[in-house]
């Protein structure tokens, strides 16, 4: 069992929709979740942070961090065209950093 | 500010060639550290360097080595590449102790063995 686990997708939606966007992790030492979002032939570039369990809310995005369950997501409303790129999960404990394996996410005008 | 920068921005190689790729950190940044990103995975850490030193390194055999310079700047070497060491290699650079939000990543140098 890999220690994050994400769907690569390909998901795909319609402008406008509601996208939610999640991984799982094993290792209950994780004390910081990260979303990055990757365009094609680019560098990370990170989204959002959260640190324990509970929502943080930036502009259309939303982080969300169930540290019982292991549990993380990111909502992204009012997706647009531009929002289409490669959506990766981190976590992080002090010495150490995991990534998932990305979701590719297409918004359809 | 120019960012976090990498060069080459391709390059392609022959099994058993070694590689040398080179990174510039952010302006203020001190530490820098390297990923490998094969196609359709997420970044795995390689090591990271402060004060010219490698100060933490991830699963990687020797063959993976680095140094930084005195002006923060970095290197990544690969000897005897092999067919698997194709990848998507990034650089990020922070601020020594940042925080979590204060990593920023490079566009990444593309390796390609054959």
């Known amino acids: 069992q890999k220690e994050v686990e994400q769907d690569p997708g390909p998901l795909s939606v319609p402008e406008g929709a509601i996208v939610s966007l999640n991984c799982t992790y094993s290792n209950s030492a994780f004390q910081y979740f990260m979303w990055y979002r990757q365009y094609s032939r680019k560098g990370p570039e990170l989204l959002m942070y959260?640190?324990?369990?509970g929502n943080k809310e930036d502009g259309r995005f939303t982080a969300q961090v169930d540290k019982s369950s292991k549990y993380i997501s990111l909502f992204i409303r009012d997706s647009q065209p531009s929002d289409s790129a490669t959506y990766l999960c981190a976590m992080r404990n002090n010495n150490d950093m995991r990534f998932g394996a990305g979701t590719r996410l297409t918004v359809k005008p | 500010d120019a960012g976090v920068t990498q060069s080459p921005t391709h390059l392609i190689k022959t099994r058993g060639q070694q590689v040398t790729l080179r990174c510039s950190p952010k302006s203020g940044h001190d530490t820098v550290s390297w990923y490998q990103q094969a196609l359709g995975q997420g970044p795995q850490f390689i090591f990271q360097y402060y004060e010219e030193e490698e100060r933490q390194r991830g699963n990687f055999p020797d063959r993976f080595s680095g140094h930084q310079f005195p002006n923060y700047s970095s290197e990544l070497n690969v000897n005897a590449l092999l067919l698997g060491d194709s990848a998507l290699y990034l650089c990020?650079?922070?601020?020594?102790?940042?925080?979590?939000?204060?990593?920023?990543f490079g566009p990444g140098t593309r390796l390609t063995v054959t």
């Open positions: 990020a650079s922070s601020p020594n102790r940042g925080r979590v939000g204060e990593q920023y």
């Open positions: 959260t640190y324990s369990s």
